[in-house]
């Protein structure tokens, strides 16, 4: 069973409506990844945090999402304005280092944007 | 445009048979590949990781890395239903921030 904690699993959302979505990273992984998964099976790399630092994030991400990793709280995506192209998994995966150490994801939040 | 290439994009298998899936990093800064399973519904889960040039086996599967030409290959033998899913690929490299997917490779196992 996965140990990074998605929420919701499921949500609706109205164009131009904000969606946020949580993550819980595996206990002791300062690491955590976002990534966008299409209908295709396409794996967009959003974002990633080291404990509360942002470490890398794509233009969109930056541009129209707002993500954080408060401590002692759960890591949060938020969309501030839902295009039907977001409709998508959204994945949270943690790890205990940056680079070359194996991800553990979580089961995702479906976002569908009607 | 797509770092990490796999092929093919489908598979059928028949029960028992071997399923061989491949993937390849246009990226000559990698030096990880990863194989990820996703059962349909399911989160990926890591199968089995190489960096060094060569073979490695883990029960039915086994993974071939060629570092010259960033080529890996997944190898499934005695294929059950079970293992009907998505394997996905993906690359990661010392001073990368991200591990890099493909779009992987939907193996269906007939019975």
């Known amino acids: 069973n996965s140990k990074v904690i998605q929420t919701p699993r499921y949500l609706v959302k109205g164009q131009g409506q904000k969606a946020k979505m949580r993550c819980i990273p595996e206990?002791?992984?300062?690491?955590v990844f976002w990534y966008q998964q299409n209908k295709n099976n396409e794996f967009k790399f959003l974002i990633n945090f080291q404990n509360q630092e942002v470490l890398q994030q794509i233009d969109m991400t930056e541009k129209r999402f707002s993500a954080e990793c408060p401590s002692n709280s759960p890591c949060s995506l938020e969309i501030q304005s839902s295009e039907a192209g977001d409709s998508a998994l959204y994945l949270c995966a943690s790890s205990l280092s940056q680079a070359n150490t194996e991800v553990f994801f979580g089961k995702g939040t479906r976002l569908t944007v009607v | 445009q797509q770092k990490v290439q796999q092929s093919p994009e489908s598979l059928i298998v028949p029960e028992g048979g071997m399923a061989s899936l491949n993937c390849t990093s246009s990226?000559?800064?990698?030096?990880y590949f990863w194989w990820y399973r996703q059962h349909s519904g399911k989160s990926p889960k890591m199968l089995m990781?190489?960096?060094?040039?060569g073979e490695k086996e883990e029960g039915r599967f086994t993974v071939h890395l060629n570092k010259a030409s960033l080529h890996t290959s997944l190898h499934i033998r005695d294929s059950q239903p079970s293992d009907s899913a998505l394997y996905l690929c993906a690359a990661s490299r010392q001073g990368g921030r991200a591990l890099i997917f493909g779009t992987g490779t939907t193996v269906s196992v007939s019975p």
């Open positions: 206990k002791g992984h300062p690491v």
């Open positions: 990781s190489i960096f060094s040039n």
């Open positions: 990226d000559r800064n990698v030096d």
